[in-house]
């Protein structure tokens, strides 16, 4: 008698244990799987405007409702989404930009967007309001992060083209374990140009060894301490990281801009390898 209870007592601890790791598995699984994104890189998909704030006479923040107060975009990091919309002759466009939210943000996301006279994109978010949908597909990009995947990222940006680099500076420093340095150089035309720029300097105050950001304005207001023209070579020896196997130097701006960036970069040592343009 005294066997056999023993045998079941043997027989319940076993099953307990079973339990418990199953259970404990079951756990690990539910905290560590990242959620699935609500993207679809073939189909657009409708997603609502909840908030409309107007930062400048022409820039506007957009924020987007996702399916569920906690859904997740579920775009990877330096990609961006294509948003189709009606231009001012109700003709279909397609545009690409990047959201300055990341999957730690979760239930919306955001785009903030500088609307251009003529542009045609522009001026579907230049009449949208609060309630209205936006058609979105993605993930797109060639631009594949890892944490750490180098020592140091410079970054070249001109106007609108801050976005990419905004979204992948704050995912590394939002990331205890991603010790990548940022070097930032950001040019615009005037002061009122600049996008991001309190986001930008939170980054700067609080982290200040590892984010760096220097503005360049083509028309300076007096008293001006920040860069003066266009983003030289000796502004890239200054504040990028020198050329190494272990960084690289990412580029987004307008062609012009970016044209002359990639010879500044050629004719300073920078080798293909070492570059990106987004």
């Not at 679809?40 to 998909?45: A, I, V, Y």
């Not at 961006?80 to 397609?94: F, P, T």
Request: a positive charge.
């Amino acid at each position: 008698m005294i066997e056999v209870q023993s045998h079941r007592a043997e027989m319940l601890s076993i099953a307990m244990a079973v339990v418990a790791i199953g259970a404990g598995t079951a756990f690990y699984f539910y905290v560590t799987r990242k959620p699935k994104g609500c993207l679809d890189p073939e189909k657009f998909k409708e997603f609502k405007l909840v908030k409309r704030t107007q930062l400048s006479h022409n820039v506007a923040k957009f924020k987007f409702a996702l399916p569920t107060p906690t859904s997740v975009l579920g775009l990877p990091i330096g990609q961006h989404i294509s948003c189709r919309g009606k231009d001012s002759l109700n003709e279909e466009v397609v545009k690409a930009y990047t959201p300055t939210t990341l999957d730690t943000d979760v239930g919306y996301f955001e785009l903030v967007i500088k609307m251009y006279p003529q542009g045609r994109m522009s001026h579907h978010f230049r009449v949208m309001s609060e309630g209205d949908y936006l058609s979105v597909k993605g993930p797109k990009g060639r631009f594949k992060y890892q944490p750490n995947q180098v020592r140091a990222f410079g970054m070249l940006a001109g106007g609108t083209g801050i976005t990419p680099m905004f979204q992948v500076a704050r995912a590394i420093m939002e990331n205890p374990s991603d010790k990548t340095n940022v070097h930032l150089i950001y040019a615009n035309v005037t002061y009122e140009d600049i996008l991001l720029k309190e986001e930008l300097d939170n980054l700067a105050s609080n982290f200040p060894n590892r984010f760096n950001i220097y503005y360049v304005l083509n028309q300076a207001p007096e008293g001006w301490e920040g860069g003066v023209g266009f983003i030289s070579k000796e502004i890239i020896q200054t504040h990028c990281p020198a050329p190494a196997p272990d960084i690289k130097i990412l580029r987004c701006g307008p062609p012009p801009m970016n044209k002359a960036m990639a010879a500044n970069l050629d004719s300073l040592g920078y080798s293909s390898e070492m570059q990106f343009q987004f």
